[in-house]
């Protein structure tokens, strides 16, 4: 089905999506090789389902139908799935299988961005490993980076439905990319317009101009090594600092400064905000733009003043907008324990993202239904090992026992699983995150 025939269904989705996938009589699982990460013991599988994503799926020695983690993975990815994918996926989540719970994660179907395609596609790989492993006493849904988008979207689309045994018990979010994609996204806006009021070779003054929030123009040939080499010509990104010139550096401390982001993730924010804008822009919006910067009063350069009369301007297309929030935007309306951390120096996707996840949870009356727990790291793909599976045990008594968990609990668990999991819990319980609004302006949009 697709993204558009999605946003065209609307409450139909909401309703009636968590049925409408059985799996593909051809979509059994083939015995696999186990990635080196996994236990020796353990069982894995993949294949491909009959809508065309392909999955792992990992299964300890000694599981008896106990907790299945069905996982959304991040990115979104640009090319066609591939098996090596989801093996990369297993690796990184192996964890969760030496923890002692099965793992089942999906490639998705496609390529591209697609919030509600992706939950649709991890649903659909649900039932398959039911249908083909037994029902597990508890199934976790587990987001990560722009999975947790996706979890955060399937935790609503396959909800609890009176008299029916609900697809999912609860959700652990991690490092996730939260409060819909036109909020998550906007400010890469801002570095397009910032970084070509700087550097103007994004595009070069003798190539096609066109619209930033177009990601490339159609039949564009640019590379991405290309698009590094032209962020060292203009910022010295990519050379020790004390070989920059003077001016390299100060068009970095324009850039860093005013949009608020790490040095070491200019290039690849530069290349989402380049070619996943291309992939949403074009491919799934049909040309719309969904990111607005008509007013937006941008601060923390050497001179202000210039830099807003300078950059380049854009209103977002209400259109747009609708169908990006309809795709990727929580309702807040939880019908499930959810549970999230992030890492407070995430350069990927920033914390602040989690105080917008709050702020439509509260106002959608669900509070009681969220907890939320930070960590003092600077990652973003992956965090402690310790702190996963302390997660997943504090879930999992909330689930069983009613015992929602305060973070509190939660880092007094992940000390406990040191000795097994290696030290480096690095939990903060005491964090509350800023607004999203102190790191990407709001009004003006």
């Not at 159609?218 to 070989?243: D, F, M, N, S």
Request: proline share 7%; hydrophobic share 40%; with cysteine.
């Amino acid at each position: 089905m697709s993204f558009f025939r999605h946003l065209a269904l609307g409450a139909t989705i909401a309703l009636g999506a968590a049925s409408a996938f059985a799996a593909p009589a051809d979509s059994a699982p083939h015995p696999a090789d186990c990635p080196a990460t996994v236990p020796a013991d353990a069982r894995c599988y993949n294949g491909r389902d009959g809508e065309g994503a392909l999955y792992w799926i990992a299964i300890p020695a000694q599981w008896q139908r106990d907790v299945l983690v069905m996982h959304t993975h991040g990115g979104p990815s640009l090319g066609a799935p591939t098996l090596q994918r989801g093996a990369e996926d297993l690796t990184r989540w192996s964890v969760m299988v030496k923890a002692g719970y099965a793992w089942a994660g999906s490639t998705y179907r496609r390529g591209g961005y697609g919030v509600t395609m992706a939950a649709e596609d991890t649903e659909r790989l649900r039932k398959l490993f039911i249908a083909n492993f037994g029902q597990p006493r508890r199934t976790v849904l587990h987001g990560q980076s722009y999975g947790g988008g996706v979890a955060s979207k399937a935790a609503e689309l396959y909800g609890p439905v009176p008299g029916e045994r609900p697809a999912y018990d609860g959700v652990l979010l991690t490092s996730g990319v939260l409060g819909g994609g036109v909020d998550a996204y906007a400010f890469r806006l801002d570095l397009r317009v910032v970084y070509q009021h700087v550097c103007r070779n994004h595009p070069k003054p003798d190539e096609p101009q066109y619209p930033l929030w177009m990601g490339l123009p159609a039949g564009a040939t640019l590379t991405r090594h290309q698009l590094a080499e032209r962020v060292k010509e203009c910022t010295g990104v990519g050379l020790p600092a004390a070989q920059r010139s003077a001016a390299q550096t100060a068009r970095l401390k324009t850039i860093l400064s005013v949009v608020k982001i790490p040095e070491r993730t200019l290039v690849a924010h530069l290349d989402w905000a380049t070619w996943l804008f291309e992939d949403l822009t074009q491919k799934r919006l049909a040309g719309r733009n969904p990111f607005g910067n008509a007013r937006v009063v941008y601060s923390g350069s050497a001179d202000d003043a210039a830099l807003n009369a300078g950059v380049l301007r854009y209103e977002a297309d209400p259109q747009a907008v609708g169908m990006l929030s309809n795709d990727s935007r929580p309702t807040g309306r939880l019908r499930l324990p959810v549970l999230t951390l992030h890492a407070i120096h995430d350069p990927t996707a920033f914390v602040e993202l989690e105080s917008a996840y709050r702020n439509i949870i509260d106002a959608a009356g669900s509070s009681d239904r969220l907890v939320q727990t930070f960590s003092d790291e600077s990652q973003h793909s992956y965090l402690s090992d310790a702190e996963y599976p302390a997660l997943m045990t504090s879930l999992l008594d909330w689930i069983d026992r009613g015992e929602k968990p305060t973070p509190q609990k939660v880092a007094a668990l992940c000390a406990r699983y040191e000795a097994g999991f290696g030290k480096g819990c690095h939990l903060r319980p005491d964090y509350t995150p800023p607004p999203l609004a102190t790191r990407t302006p709001a009004a003006g949009r």
